[in-house]
């Protein structure tokens, strides 16, 4: 599940930044029972993913609320390329990832 997971969230970051709570919607919509119900695994995740320098973030005030924003590094683009490339079946399992919202 985790490896799953961890693809979805580098696949909606691929789309442009987001802040965690939206990254966490998107993949309740995209992969339901994917979460559990269980947001909170979500955010070591993307720590995980800023160790690896897959991603980075930066805390940004919107309606005074202070958000942290994830988007993808060069290196995770190229990791993202990479798996694409390599797991296209596991790609594929993880479709649609058309969703505009």
Same mark, same amino acid.
């Given at each position: 599940?985790?490896?799953?997971?961890?693809?979805?969230?580098?696949?909606? #970051?691929?789309?442009?930044?987001?802040?965690?709570?939206?990254?966490?919607?998107?993949?309740?919509?995209?992969?339901?029972?994917?979460?559990?119900?269980?947001?909170? +695994?979500?955010?070591? #995740?993307?720590?995980? #993913?800023? #160790?690896?320098?897959?991603?980075?973030?930066?805390?940004?005030?919107?309606?005074?609320?202070?958000?942290?924003?994830?988007?993808?590094?060069?290196?995770?683009?190229? +990791?993202? +390329?990479? +798996?694409?490339?390599?797991?296209?079946?596991?790609?594929?399992?993880?479709?649609?990832?058309?969703?505009?919202?």
């Amino acid at each position: 599940m985790q490896t799953k997971l961890r693809l979805t969230i580098l696949e909606s #970051l691929a789309r442009g930044p987001e802040h965690g709570y939206r990254i966490a919607q998107r993949v309740k919509r995209l992969r339901p029972g994917l979460l559990d119900g269980n947001e909170a +695994v979500l955010y070591p #995740l993307l720590h995980d #993913l800023e #160790l690896e320098g897959l991603a980075i973030s930066h805390v940004q005030t919107h309606n005074g609320r202070e958000r942290r924003y994830y988007r993808l590094t060069e290196h995770g683009k190229k +990791v993202l +390329v990479e +798996v694409r490339q390599e797991e296209p079946q596991l790609i594929r399992s993880l479709s649609p990832l058309t969703e505009d919202a």
